[in-house]
């Protein structure tokens, strides 16, 4: 039994089943390949679910890390430190926000955005039963209180009662949120570019109409950038490319590159809903997560890497378009920067299973989308090497 068979076969025994895992173990990276333990190495073309924007094996990034560790890895919330206060000041300059409340996950960072959109209701009038305005087809996390705001019955149930669930309008389509506004409603949170949904990029003219609703209303814009969000859609924030912002932001994933983060951020209007003893977390914001975040947003800065994945998205984008034209069962293709898609009129599973035999990481959005979230550091030569191997892989899979 080779090594890695061996770790397979263990963790069958002792991992709970919540996922049909692949039949490989990564032990290390470096920029944008990956390696098992057997000595593969694949191209990375998932970074972790977006979460590796910065690569593998980032010397700057690791030395961070490496420092914190022998500074002090956590404290409490009932101090201040270092780190969390630098890392939620770039957030705030970068963002044009208020204030930071740091998280361990992007569900939590949902969870804290959703209470404070309740809250900011139930302020005004604490009487009424409110509700929330989420989209169809859309992904918010695992939690019950992410679930409920997660347009997809597949993740509800067994776990989410109908009477505990938002009210859902389809994405794109602002005459059927208006249509579902109440005295009841809250809050409206969408993602700026739907994810496991199917990256879907919202219309420019729906995210501005929500902006109007909201003001209108006086009830809460949330926007779930956990996945669009830190650059992988060519801006830093994914609202930056429409020019609307939001009451309410939740990031992570590309927040920390690696270390277990997120967020979620408000306008002073909606800070002033939480006060002390409405919120709170043991570990997030802790010097050692937050010391990650603070080199992201150094790092980000001092590489270019938005303006990078500006260029390297738009290439990107251009090689799947000409991959499309060559396959009829390629149905679409669709997405912003570097968070892009290929829709099959066939099951993707298969795909991406002989991909990774062949030495790329990809991964589904759906059933029949294949996704493209790789680090943002990928160059042009790195696309074109993931074409030659997802050709190669359609074909081998009867595409033609």
């Not at 597949?154 to 009477?163: A, K, T």
């Not at 809250?186 to 879907?200: A, F, M, P, R, T």
């Not at 991406?352 to 160059?379: C, H, Y």
Request: with cysteine; aromatic share 8%; glycine share 10%.
């Amino acid at each position: 039994m080779s090594n890695m068979q061996d770790i397979i076969t263990r963790g069958d025994k002792v991992l709970l089943k919540t996922y049909n895992r692949f039949p490989v173990v990564f032990e290390k990276g470096d920029g944008v390949y990956l390696e098992d333990s057997d000595g593969k190495r694949y191209l990375d073309f998932a970074a972790g679910i977006a979460v590796f924007a910065l690569g593998y094996n980032n010397k700057a990034y690791n030395d961070a890390l490496k420092d914190q560790i022998d500074r002090i890895l956590h404290t409490s919330n009932l101090y201040y430190n270092r780190p969390s206060v630098e890392a939620a000041e770039k957030i705030i300059r970068t963002s044009g926000m208020s204030r930071v409340f740091f998280t361990n996950s992007g569900t939590e960072a949902i969870e804290g955005a959703l209470k404070v959109a309740r809250k900011y209701a139930w302020m005004k009038d604490p009487t009424v039963d409110y509700e929330f305005i989420s989209m169809n087809h859309s992904f918010h996390g695992r939690s019950q209180g992410s679930l409920s705001v997660t347009g997809n019955a597949h993740y509800q149930d067994g776990f989410v009662p109908v009477q505990m669930r938002a009210v859902f309008a389809d994405f794109n389509d602002l005459s059927d949120v208006r249509a579902k506004i109440t005295d009841r409603t809250c809050g409206i949170i969408c993602e700026v570019v739907q994810g496991e949904g199917g990256i879907h990029p919202a219309e420019r003219e729906f995210l501005q109409g929500l902006r109007e609703i909201c003001d209108e209303k006086d009830i809460l814009l949330i926007f779930d950038e956990v996945q669009c969000g830190m650059g992988r859609c060519g801006a830093l924030y994914a609202h930056d490319l429409y020019g609307v912002k939001p009451d309410v932001m939740a990031l992570a994933k590309a927040l920390g590159c690696g270390v277990p983060v997120g967020a979620f951020v408000t306008n002073e209007k909606a800070s002033h809903a939480l006060v002390p003893g409405d919120h709170g977390t043991t570990y997030g914001g802790n010097p050692f997560v937050t010391a990650a975040v603070s080199k992201v947003f150094d790092i980000y800065e001092s590489e270019g890497i938005v303006e990078h994945v500006h260029e390297v998205g738009a290439y990107l984008y251009d090689q799947l378009e000409l991959l499309k034209n060559n396959y009829s069962q390629i149905i679409d293709h669709r997405g912003l920067g570097l968070m892009q898609g290929i829709e099959l009129d066939t099951p993707a599973a298969p795909f991406i299973s002989k991909a990774l035999e062949n030495g790329l990481v990809i991964i589904s959005a759906g059933t029949n989308i294949i996704r493209f979230v790789p680090p943002l550091v990928i160059t042009k030569e790195d696309v074109d090497q993931m074409i030659l191997i997802l050709d190669k892989t359609l074909k081998e899979n009867g595409l033609h």
